[in-house]
C-alpha cells in the first residue's frame, strides 16, 4: 500500500487498473490515450463506444483487453488556458473521481499518468503537485496501492527556485566536493589546519555531531536501552499521533508496521527510519536519535542525506516533495 513514483510505459504496468488520460469523446487519441488503445486492442475503443463520452473531470471504467492491468479508468483533465479558468479544480476532480470509482469498483492497485501534463499543456510541476496533494489526502483514509508513472524525467519537475536552492545546499555541505573545491585554493598552513578542521567535522555523522554538542551524559544512559521499535512507538505517543496516521504519512506498509511493534528488537532499514523521522515531523537531534537506534546516520557523504537535512531544517515534511527533490538529484526515494 501507500505511493509510488515511477519511470516506466503505463502499458507495461501489472496493476489492477491503469488510468487514461482522455478527451471527452473516449474515441481515442495521440498520447497516452493513443499507446494504451494500441496496447489494449480494438475491443477497448468497441466498448468506449458504448460510453457516450466523458465530461472534463468525470471517470469512467472499461475493462483492460490485452493490458496487463484488468481495467482502464478513463478521465478527461482540463485543457489548460493560463490558469484562471477552473483548470485545477478540473484536475483535482480528475484524481478524485477516478479513486473514487477504483474504491467503489474495490480495486486495490492503480497507475496514474501525469494527467492534462503533456498535449493539454498544464505545467508540469503544477500537474504533479495536484497529483501528489490528491493522492496522499485520498490515502489518508484508503487504503490502496496507488502509482504515479512518469514517462520521463523532464516531467518529474521540481520548480526552479527549489532545485536551485536544495543545489546550493548540497553543494556547501557535500564532502566530495568540499574537497575538490578547496585543494585548490589553500595557502597558509594555518588555513590548511582550518580546512583539514572543518572538512572532519562536515565528514562526522550527524548524529555524532550533536551527541557530542547537545545531549547530556544522562540523557544517554537514561536512554541507552531503548531500541528503535521502542523509541517509535514513544514518538508516536508523544506526538500524539495514531499509528495508522503514522505509517501511512511515512509511506510504509502497514504489515512492515506492526511487524516492527511486535518486535522490539526489528532492525529497519535506514530509508524506512528516514520516513518514520518525516512523518512524526521530527526535529534533526531526534530525527539522529532515531537512526542511531537503528544504527545509521545521517552523513554528508550521501547526497540523499543532505537532502533530508535540507528539508528538516526547513520544516518541510512532505514525503512527497521530498520524494521529488530526491527523484531531481538521481537519489532513491523514501518508503518505497
Ligand atoms: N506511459 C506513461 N505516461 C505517458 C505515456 C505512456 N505510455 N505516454 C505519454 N505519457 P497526454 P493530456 C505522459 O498528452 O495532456 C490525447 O490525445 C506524457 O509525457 O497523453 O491529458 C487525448 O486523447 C504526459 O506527461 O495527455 C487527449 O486529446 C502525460 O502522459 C489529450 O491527449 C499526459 O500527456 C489529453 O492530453
Redesign the pocket.
Known amino acids: 500500500m501507500g505511493f509510488l513514483i515511477v519511470r516506466?510505459?503505463?502499458?507495461k504496468m501489472k496493476v489492477d487498473a491503469i488510468v487514461n488520460?482522455?478527451?471527452t469523446s473516449l474515441l481515442?487519441?495521440?498520447?497516452?490515450?493513443?499507446?494504451?488503445h494500441r496496447a489494449a486492442g480494438s475491443e477497448l475503443l468497441a466498448e468506449c463506444r458504448g460510453l457516450n463520452g466523458c465530461q472534463t473531470g468525470q471517470a469512467k471504467i472499461t475493462k483492460g483487453y490485452r493490458l496487463p492491468a484488468k481495467y482502464v479508468i478513463h478521465t478527461?483533465?482540463p485543457?489548460w488556458a493560463g490558469g484562471s479558468q477552473n483548470e485545477e479544480g478540473l484536475l483535482r476532480a480528475c484524481y478524485r473521481n477516478v479513486l473514487g470509482l477504483a474504491a467503489e469498483k474495490g480495486i486495490k492497485s492503480i497507475a496514474f499518468?501525469?494527467?492534462?501534463?503533456?498535449?493539454?499543456?498544464?505545467p508540469?510541476d503544477q500537474?504533479l503537485n495536484v497529483a501528489t496533494s490528491e493522492i496522499s489526502e485520498f490515502l489518508l483514509d484508503h487504503e490502496m496501492a496507488i502509482t504515479l508513472?512518469?514517462?520521463?524525467k523532464a516531467?518529474f519537475q521540481l520548480s526552479e527556485k527549489r532545485y536551485t536552492a536544495i543545489a546550493e545546499y548540497i553543494d556547501e555541505r557535500y564532502v566530495d566536493k568540499n574537497l575538490i573545491t578547496r585543494s585548490g585554493g589553500i595557502e597558509s598552513l594555518k588555513e590548511v589546519q582550518e580546512d583539514v578542521g572543518e572538512f572532519l567535522r562536515s565528514a562526522m555523522p550527524v548524529a555524532e555531531r550533536r551527541e557530542k554538542s547537545s545531549r547530556s551524559l544522562e540523557d544517554l544512559v537514561n536512554q541507552v536501552e531503548e531500541s528503535f521499535s521502542e523509541s517509535l512507538l514513544r514518538l508516536i505517543d508523544e506526538k500524539g499521533m495514531t499509528d495508522s496516521e503514522t505509517y501511512k504519512k511515512a509511506n510504509v506498509d502497514r504489515k512492515l508496521f506492526s511487524k516492527i511493534r511486535n518486535d522490539k528488537f526489528y532492525h529497519p532499514g535506514k530509508q524506512t527510519v528516514i520516513a518514520f523521522a518525516i512523518a512524526l515531523h521530527l526535529n534533526l537531534d531526534e530525527t539522529s536519535d532515531l537512526l542511531g537506534r537503528a544504527g545509521f546516520a545521517l552523513t554528508h557523504s550521501s547526497q540523499a542525506d543532505i537532502i533530508i537535512e535540507y528539508f528538516i531544517e526547513e520544516g518541510n515534511y512532505s514525503i512527497f516533495e521530498i520524494n521529488e527533490a530526491l527523484f531531481a538529484f538521481d537519489q532513491k526515494l523514501l518508503g518505497l
Open positions: 516506466n510505459d503505463i502499458t488520460a482522455a478527451n481515442g487519441g495521440g498520447g497516452v490515450d493513443g499507446a494504451i478527461v483533465g485543457i499518468p501525469l494527467i492534462s501534463a503533456g498535449a493539454y499543456g498544464y508540469r500537474a508513472v512518469v514517462f520521463d516531467s
